[in-house]
């Protein structure tokens, strides 16, 4: 295929994103029920969106912060890594990042050389893809386990490792199938990663969304690990910040200055109004996050027992966290052909949903359905899928 010679051959090959393209076809239809977007639907608690008011009437947002983010805001996510995580932080180990994508971007720069291996976990959000591919590093896709509800396949995992295997990279609670990884299969998977020291770097964006009596684990919290592992965390989906694009990551403290130094050339620092307004956030009253668990768990109750009633048309594991999951499309035209399925979604009943091929070659046959959103948005879809499949 011929291409731009102005462009490099890492942007050139990576393909035009399924999610955003289904976001822009969705744009041009009225009267959508969106269930595609990764997004909380309320609004971000008044006292968080007061604290980034106060911060700019104050003029305390005009200049940069250091690199690293404002030192209170530092030694308040400290506390709350190791009273949430288990994991034993200094202010100085922590890099506060614009969201968990850059917190992301910035360790894989920091760890990955060109042709580096990096084993993701599919499916996966398809960003971490695309992150190991701009530092010209080679994803590993290993496929979880769909009939265990998309379980890690460690023996897989460990057969993926070659001499040019530098690290792990997992989402957990996992964007897109829902997927809590145990604390027993994380603990394998840090044997395997100190057998062959490896890095491991986390994505921890849905911490707080478990359901059904299920605990996140946070890898970094072994202290054995404490060398290898970046974990990587975010405000936007705790505290419904997505605008605010307000994020953190904590590594060792040898490793930090290296990250930095991706971390500085992508952003500078995160944006000095979100920290203020992640400050109030992670200092304040925690009564939304558990309101928004609450919702989002009686969501999912709601969108399985609307999927009951489909079961001629979709196949699916119940999700143990996030607010999203990831359904089997039982069509064998559909399955062959997820963005063509979620198109005629859109356009014949006008429902908007994810394809699932956009999140690893084993997602496809499969598409994604967010439940951040009102009753009434998840009844709305799905009395029209019913009408459009006839059940």
């Known amino acids: 295929m011929s291409r731009d010679g102005r462009v490099s051959d890492r942007v050139a090959r990576i393909g035009k994103s399924a999610i955003h393209e289904m976001t822009r076809l969705s744009r041009q239809v009225e009267d959508v029920a969106f269930l595609s977007w990764a997004k909380p639907t309320s609004d971000t608690p008044e006292f968080i969106r007061e604290a980034a008011v106060r911060a700019i009437r104050e ?8 690199p690293a983010g404002l030192p209170e805001l530092r030694q308040a996510i400290a506390a709350k890594l190791g009273r949430d995580n288990g994991i ?36 996966t959000y398809s960003t971490h893809i695309r992150q190991v591919e701009l530092a010209s590093g080679r994803p590993v896709l290993v496929p979880t386990m769909e009939e265990e509800g998309f379980r890690l396949d460690l023996e897989a995992l460990r057969r993926a490792v070659t001499p040019r295997t530098k690290a792990i990279l997992y989402c957990s609670p996992a964007n897109p199938t829902g997927t809590v990884f145990p604390e027993e299969d994380l603990r394998e998977l840090a044997r395997i990663a100190l057998e062959h020291d490896l890095a491991v770097i986390t994505d921890e964006a849905y911490e707080y969304f478990v359901f059904d009596g299920r605990k996140h684990f946070s890898i970094g919290s072994l202290p054995e690990m404490r060398r290898h592992v970046v974990s990587c965390f975010t405000f936007t989906k705790t505290y419904a910040m997505t605008g605010y694009r307000i994020g953190y990551l904590h590594a060792d403290a040898e490793l930090i200055p290296q990250i930095s130094k991706a971390h500085i050339p992508f952003a500078i620092c995160a944006p000095v109004v979100s920290q203020y307004a992640a400050l109030a956030a992670i200092t304040g009253p925690q009564d939304c996050v558990d309101g928004y668990r609450a919702h989002y768990e009686k969501m999912r109750n709601l969108m399985c027992e609307r999927l009951d009633r489909l079961s001629s048309s979709f196949a699916y594991s119940r999700p143990g966290g996030s607010y999203l999951m990831f359904p089997r499309i039982l069509d064998p035209e ?21 394809p699932g091929v956009a999140f690893g070659p084993p997602g496809e046959g499969h598409l994604r359905l967010s439940f951040c959103v009102p009753e009434e948005t998840i009844h709305k879809a799905f009395d029209r899928l019913e009408a459009y499949f006839g059940t």
């Open 88 to 123: 034993a932080a200094d202010p100085s180990e922590i890099i506060v990042t614009v969201g968990a994508i850059e917190g992301i971007s910035a360790a894989v720069m920091a760890l990955v050389d060109p042709g580096d291996e990096v084993i993701l976990p599919v499916p």
């Open 59 to 66: 003029g305390r947002v005009g200049g940069y912060s250091a």
């Open 334 to 354: 559909g399955a062959r052909d997820s963005f063509a399925f979620c198109r005629k979604l859109l356009t014949e009943a006008k429902v908007s949903s994810t």
